[in-house]
């Protein structure tokens, strides 16, 4: 590794940083590519997923001088973040802690567990969009009570799956 060799934030074009990834293993010293394990939105439920920690952006520890315009105009590649024209050099220490927090480039963020008489809301099956309250966690963190607070429902109970709420927000 070059003394001149530091850690530069790389903006990707959208969806392309696995693929800018790839490509500037072959041109440059080191890259690191977060990745965020977490819940989301999928086809309408909540699933868990896999992307970017930081959306459009990957870190490339490379020397400046010698692979600026080889970084700055690989295809997919929308520029090096910069203060005005000069690219800033990011602390080894932020790359550093973003790689300790996770375990092979994936950092998982565990929501802690809900407590009784915490709000949330319904997030899939024929009750989604309705405001709850958590009751208790039955057999496990598999399956919740929850009491609905829709006036209609004058505190039904409803036993969902864990996946199905989450906080309110």
Same mark, same amino acid.
């Given at each position: 590794?070059?003394?001149?060799?530091?850690?530069?934030?790389?903006?990707?074009?959208?969806?392309?940083?696995?693929?800018?990834? *790839?490509?500037?293993?072959?041109?440059?010293?080191?890259?690191?590519?977060?990745?965020?394990?977490?819940?989301?939105?999928?086809?309408?439920?909540?699933?868990?997923?896999?992307?970017?920690?930081?959306?459009?952006?990957?870190?490339?520890?490379? *020397?400046?001088?010698?692979?600026?315009? *080889?970084?700055?105009?690989?295809?997919?590649?929308?520029?090096?973040?910069?203060?005005?024209?000069?690219?800033?050099?990011?602390?080894?220490?932020?790359?550093?802690?973003?790689? !300790?927090?996770?375990?092979?480039?994936?950092?998982?963020?565990?929501?802690?567990?809900?407590?009784?008489?915490?709000?949330?809301?319904?997030?899939?099956?024929?009750?989604?969009?309705?405001?709850?309250?958590?009751?208790?966690?039955?057999?496990?963190?598999?399956?919740?009570?929850?009491?609905?607070?829709?006036?209609?429902?004058?505190?039904? !109970?409803?036993?969902?799956?864990?996946?199905?709420?989450?906080?309110?927000?």
């Amino acid at each position: 590794m070059s003394a001149e060799s530091n850690w530069y934030l790389i903006r990707t074009k959208i969806g392309k940083e696995r693929w800018v990834r *790839d490509q500037l293993k072959t041109t440059v010293t080191e890259v690191f590519l977060p990745m965020l394990r977490a819940k989301a939105p999928r086809w309408g439920r909540m699933a868990m997923g896999v992307g970017p920690l930081f959306p459009c952006y990957l870190f490339a520890r490379f *020397d400046l001088e010698a692979r600026y315009f *080889d970084v700055k105009y690989m295809a997919g590649v929308r520029g090096i973040v910069s203060a005005g024209v000069d690219p800033i050099a990011v602390p080894d220490a932020i790359v550093a802690e973003i790689r !300790r927090r996770g375990v092979d480039d994936v950092v998982e963020i565990v929501e802690p567990p809900l407590d009784a008489g915490q709000r949330v809301t319904i997030v899939e099956g024929p009750f989604r969009g309705f405001e709850a309250i958590f009751d208790r966690y039955l057999s496990g963190a598999e399956r919740v009570a929850i009491l609905l607070s829709a006036v209609e429902a004058n505190g039904l !109970r409803v036993v969902l799956p864990a996946g199905a709420v989450a906080r309110s927000r």
